[in-house]
């Protein structure tokens, strides 16, 4: 299944005010256009998967939708910033938010357990290193560095269809409830290459960077709740495997079904923790019986005092993840 035509800005911007839905809706934009730093003056994947691994849908199997690619139309290379790294192609970043000193890139774990604390409870992502060792290696680096420490997540996105919810987070020091939209930039003050390996396969329950149009990503990231298709414009990293209802009780807190804005509600990420699976601890789920899902998702949602705990969890391919 091929991804459907980007939809342009103005038919994005109606569909995120609420209006009715044509066949396929597109998710949103986050830049709502041009990514900040293009903006003139501003600076053979695998195919089997062992054990924990990527959730493949069969190609018309479900009721899926194409991400909206972040690109660029203007290409500019003289906005590339000095190289640092020949692998993964790190570039320098002209950045406003304080940044951390770039990665090292190396092999990062085949597999490893990213945990998103959030002010709603804890998400839990597999990430896929042997798929995107960039992209994890990054993922990774920020997360031990305590780059994602205390911010606020940015925009979030919700519809009737899948993917239900997009909450994009990763920017420390932007304010989401900015009104102008500004060239300022809050990444780590570099960018690399990410991988896009996944472009065009059918995903579910996903964690993504953003890209640009050169495909390179900084530190924002985006939960994806449902199935989606990956454009070459996005690079995913990691499933999640438990903590589905709380990306639920997030896209709750709109108040209408379709929504594309700050978030309604605050949502916080408190940190992100990454570990390896060999030295994860052994005993029962701790989080509940039942997998959610994200129709019929009803009630309040209700930010919690600490993270919830996080249990463990098991998919394979071709299976919707359960715990």
């Not at 959030?118 to 998400?123: A, E, K, P, V």
Request: proline fraction near 8%.
């Amino acid at each position: 299944m091929e991804p459907s035509r980007p939809r342009s800005e103005t038919e994005h911007e109606r569909l995120g005010s609420g209006a009715g839905y044509e066949s396929s809706p597109v998710a949103a934009d986050p830049y709502r256009g041009t990514a900040p730093w293009q903006r003139e003056g501003g600076s053979s994947w695998k195919r089997g998967l062992a054990g924990l691994g990527a959730v493949l849908l069969t190609a018309g199997s479900i009721s899926a939708v194409a991400w909206l690619a972040f690109r660029d139309d203007d290409p500019a290379p003289e906005d590339l910033g000095e190289v640092i790294s020949a692998r993964c192609n790190i570039t320098e970043a002209d950045e406003d938010a304080g940044g951390v000193d770039p990665m090292e890139p190396g092999a990062p774990a085949e597999r490893s357990i990213a945990t998103v604390q959030t002010n709603y409870g804890d998400i839990a992502v597999l990430l896929w290193g042997d798929l995107a060792p960039c992209g994890v290696e990054a993922f990774t680096h920020l997360a031990q560095t305590g780059f994602y420490a205390s911010h606020a997540c940015d925009r979030l996105t919700t519809q009737s269809v899948d993917p239900t919810a997009i909450l994009r987070c990763g920017s420390p020091g932007l304010d989401p409830a900015a009104e102008e939209e500004t060239d300022e930039t809050y990444g780590p003050g570099w960018r690399f290459q990410a991988e896009t390996g996944m472009a065009g396969n059918d995903v579910a329950d996903v964690l993504a960077l953003v890209t640009d149009d050169r495909g390179r990503a900084g530190s924002a990231f985006a939960l994806i709740r449902g199935a989606a298709i990956p454009t070459a414009g996005v690079s995913v990293i990691g499933g999640i495997v438990d903590g589905y209802e709380v990306l639920d009780q997030i896209a709750a807190l709109s108040t209408t079904v379709a929504y594309d804005d700050v978030p309604p509600v605050p949502v916080e990420v408190w940190g992100v923790t990454v570990t390896d699976l060999g030295d994860l601890p052994t005993g029962p789920d701790t989080v509940g019986e039942n997998t959610p899902t994200a129709a019929g998702t009803t009630g309040t949602a209700a930010p919690t005092a600490d993270p919830t705990a996080i249990g463990t969890a098991t998919s394979t391919p071709g299976e919707t993840p359960t715990r």
